[in-house]
């Protein structure tokens, strides 16, 4: 019975771990990596290469950190 259960949250947390990524463009602004920052916002916000776009979200970010 719990057998069962077991066997999906250790595949759910092995997919975790591997396969979804975790990097905020927070995190890569606070470290001062803005290339990083903005490929996060093009991966995470969708932006379909507008680099227009992905600079609003850029300056919004950096305006909340500081």
Do not use: C, H, W
């Amino acid at each position: 019975m719990f057998g069962g259960s077991f066997i999906f949250v250790a595949i759910a947390t092995i997919g975790l771990i591997f396969f979804v990524r975790t990097d905020a463009p927070k995190y890569y602004t606070a470290k001062g990596d803005e290339e990083g920052a903005l490929e996060a916002i093009k991966t995470i916000y969708n932006t379909e290469g507008s680099q227009i776009q992905a600079n609003k979200i850029m300056r919004f970010i950096q305006k909340s950190t500081n």
